[in-house]
């Protein structure tokens, strides 16, 4: 096979290609070499991309930093990293689709659609990213005999690996090496410089925060105030530490215009990393300290679309001297809801996606009482924690999603009870969740009130149905495994609900994931891996 005629004909517009399916310059060349092993000079560019789509991503490594772009202007890299953070946020079937529809083939039109919605002008961002990409690190001449000692590896017999790997191991030796970025060296120092916010000019208020008391330890003797401002209708600060340990921050905070003197510490100090921004969410206000020169996306939650598919989605946020806050619509104790990245340069590709810890503190609850009437079918019998198990439904709705549970209008499709393994029965519901996409989420839990006064509540799982679905008309299938706090046994129950009746079935082998109704078959929901918002 002609691998020379190969790399000529094809290699320079999968490179394109390949970059906007990863955003990484190495892992594209790496997947477009692979690719390339699989073709014949004979082969079109559909072929071409269609090999490349087969190929899988590489494992990480860690690589050297590259410099920024300089043959486009900093409005054109800072639209490209915008684009750039919107495309690491598609699920990468989404992601796919689109790059598909870019090289004008075909693509699956729901997950297209779902990707457009993201990119509202997919031609031109994707064009501008493809403008900051960097020139590859093998020239066509240099990748021949990578691509032929793919090819031979795909052919050769398990003996022969070992010599093909020491090949392409010569070959990455004599690539050449990249300096580090200032960015990277400029990491060490995020918390260093001087204090950002409203106050950072405000000398005696910066002196007497750094004088502030810590919650449950000792202040460190080397530390600094890092941000002092009035953000989200509060005064935030925060100060940070050196340790023999490392960095540790304390954020506090107080009334808009209060004095030092009022601040109160919003959690225990946390370990902080000199590569890593800092971010504190206080009930529904976050906060994010990042290095100025980044950029800060949040999701504030999974979202359900209209189809019922479920994917995370980060939104971009104005940053202001490296600090970002945002009002969410509801506080996230459990941790399921807010993530957040920042956006910097990267190692090997003008953009680079790191995830920021959040540090959660306030009191807020995550939930409000599930507003239901009666159940559409089931037992108008209350058994005395029908409430609790239509919050807690509820909750496996809203805690993932970081819906406020007060703008929700659930549904209580059924009702009844459900054995205990020691006798007698619990409150279980089955809650139909109209979202504001469109989307019905039906999400199965049961309670029970023990002996000593306590609620104990247990969610079933959930699923998903496409806009427009009749809450009176779902058919579903969870699994509820009951369990007994003091003797540890548990009952193990699969539920099945539609317009014709309920069933109740034992499965203590949990064994039946899928019931046929009516000759369609009904996946049987559950808590845990599987579950709808299982990450």
């Given at each position: 096979?002609?691998?020379?005629?190969?790399?000529?004909?094809?290699?320079?517009?999968?490179?394109?290609?390949?970059?906007?399916?990863?955003?990484?310059?190495?892992?594209?060349?790496?997947?477009?070499?692979?690719?390339?092993?699989?073709?014949?000079?004979?082969?079109?560019?559909?072929?071409?991309?269609?090999?490349?789509?087969?190929?899988?991503?590489?494992?990480?490594?860690?690589?050297?930093?590259?410099?920024?772009?300089?043959?486009?202007?900093?409005?054109?890299?800072?639209?490209?990293?915008?684009?750039?953070?919107?495309?690491?946020?598609?699920?990468?079937?989404?992601?796919?689709?689109?790059?598909?529809?870019?090289?004008?083939?075909?693509?699956?039109?729901?997950?297209?659609?779902?990707?457009?919605?993201?990119?509202?002008?997919?031609?031109?961002?994707?064009?501008?990213?493809?403008?900051?990409?960097?020139?590859?690190?093998?020239?066509?001449?240099?990748?021949?005999?990578?691509?032929?000692?793919?090819?031979?590896?795909?052919?050769?017999?398990?003996?022969?690996?070992?010599?093909?790997?020491?090949?392409?191991?010569?070959?990455?030796?004599?690539?050449?090496?990249?300096?580090?970025?200032?960015?990277?060296?400029?990491?060490?120092?995020?918390?260093?410089?001087?204090?950002?916010?409203?106050?950072?000019?405000?000398?005696?208020?910066?002196?007497?925060?750094?004088?502030?008391?810590?919650?449950?330890?000792?202040?460190?003797a080397d530390r600094r105030v890092v941000l002092a401002g009035d953000l989200l209708d509060r005064r935030v600060v925060l100060v940070v530490g050196d340790t023999a340990d490392g960095l540790v921050g304390q954020w506090s905070t107080a009334a808009t215009g209060a004095p030092a003197a009022d601040l109160e510490p919003a959690n225990q100090p946390v370990a902080l990393r000199a590569d890593r921004p800092a971010a504190l969410l206080l009930d529904t206000a976050l906060v994010v300290v990042a290095d100025p020169d980044e950029g800060v996306r949040v999701s504030a939650g999974q979202v359900v679309g209209p189809s019922g598919a479920v994917q995370r989605v980060y939104r971009?946020?104005?940053?202001?001297?490296?600090?970002?806050?945002?009002?969410?619509?509801?506080?996230?104790?459990?941790?399921?809801?807010?993530?957040?990245?920042?956006?910097?340069?990267?190692?090997?590709?003008?953009?680079?996606?790191?995830?920021?810890?959040?540090?959660?503190?306030?009191?807020?609850?995550?939930?409000?009482?599930?507003?239901?009437?009666?159940?559409?079918?089931?037992?108008?019998?209350?058994?005395?924690?029908?409430?609790?198990?239509?919050?807690?439904?509820?909750?496996?709705?809203?805690?993932?999603?970081?819906?406020?549970?007060?703008?929700?209008?659930?549904?209580?499709?059924?009702?009844?009870?459900?054995?205990?393994?020691?006798?007698?029965?619990?409150?279980?519901?089955?809650?139909?969740?109209?979202?504001?996409?469109?989307?019905?989420?039906?999400?199965?839990?049961?309670?029970?009130?023990?002996?000593?006064?306590?609620?104990?509540?247990?969610?079933?799982?959930?699923?998903?149905?496409?806009?427009?679905?009749?809450?009176?008309?779902?058919?579903?299938?969870?699994?509820?495994?009951?369990?007994?706090?003091?003797?540890?046994?548990?009952?193990?129950?699969?539920?099945?609900?539609?317009?014709?009746?309920?069933?109740?079935?034992?499965?203590?082998?949990?064994?039946?994931?899928?019931?046929?109704?009516?000759?369609?078959?009904?996946?049987?929901?559950?808590?845990?891996?599987?579950?709808?918002?299982?990450?």
């Open positions: 096979m002609d691998v020379p005629a190969v790399v000529r004909r094809h290699r320079t517009a999968l490179l394109g290609t390949a970059f906007l399916l990863t955003g990484d310059e190495r892992s594209a060349e790496e997947r477009v070499d692979r690719a390339l092993a699989r073709l014949s000079p004979a082969d079109d560019h559909a072929a071409a991309v269609r090999a490349l789509l087969r190929t899988r991503p590489g494992r990480g490594r860690i690589t050297e930093a590259g410099p920024d772009p300089w043959w486009v202007s900093p409005a054109e890299l800072t639209a490209a990293r915008r684009t750039a953070a919107v495309l690491a946020g598609l699920a990468p079937a989404d992601r796919t689709a689109l790059v598909r529809a870019h090289e004008d083939l075909p693509a699956d039109p729901d997950r297209l659609a779902r990707a457009r919605a993201a990119l509202p002008d997919p031609s031109a961002a994707l064009a501008g990213l493809l403008a900051v990409r960097r020139p590859p690190v093998r020239d066509d001449a240099a990748a021949v005999p990578v691509v032929a000692a793919h090819r031979r590896a795909r052919w050769a017999r398990p003996a022969l690996a070992v010599a093909v790997l020491a090949v392409v191991a010569v070959l990455a030796t004599q690539l050449p090496r990249t300096a580090p970025t200032p960015a990277a060296a400029a990491a060490a120092g995020r918390f260093d410089g001087p204090a950002r916010g409203s106050l950072a000019d405000d000398t005696a208020f910066l002196a007497a925060a750094r004088d502030a008391p810590w919650a449950g330890r000792a202040a460190p971009a946020q104005p940053v202001d001297d490296g600090v970002a806050a945002l009002q969410l619509a509801a506080p996230d104790p459990g941790g399921l809801a807010v993530r957040v990245q920042v956006a910097r340069t990267g190692e090997v590709s003008p953009v680079a996606l790191a995830d920021v810890p959040v540090t959660r503190a306030g009191s807020a609850g995550a939930t409000a009482p599930a507003a239901v009437g009666p159940p559409l079918r089931g037992s108008p019998a209350d058994g005395g924690a029908r409430q609790a198990a239509a919050d807690a439904a509820l909750g496996a709705v809203t805690a993932p999603t970081g819906l406020d549970p007060a703008a929700l209008a659930p549904v209580l499709v059924w009702a009844g009870p459900l054995p205990r393994p020691v006798g007698g029965e619990v409150d279980a519901v089955v809650l139909a969740v109209p979202l504001p996409g469109g989307a019905l989420v039906v999400s199965t839990a049961w309670a029970d009130r023990l002996a000593d006064g306590t609620l104990q509540q247990v969610g079933c799982g959930s699923r998903a149905f496409p806009a427009g679905t009749d809450p009176a008309a779902v058919v579903l299938a969870a699994r509820c495994v009951v369990a007994d706090r003091e003797s540890g046994t548990s009952q193990v129950t699969v539920l099945l609900t539609g317009p014709g009746g309920t069933t109740t079935t034992p499965d203590d082998g949990r064994r039946l994931d899928v019931l046929p109704v009516d000759g369609a078959p009904v996946p049987v929901t559950r808590t845990g891996p599987g579950d709808l918002f299982d990450e």
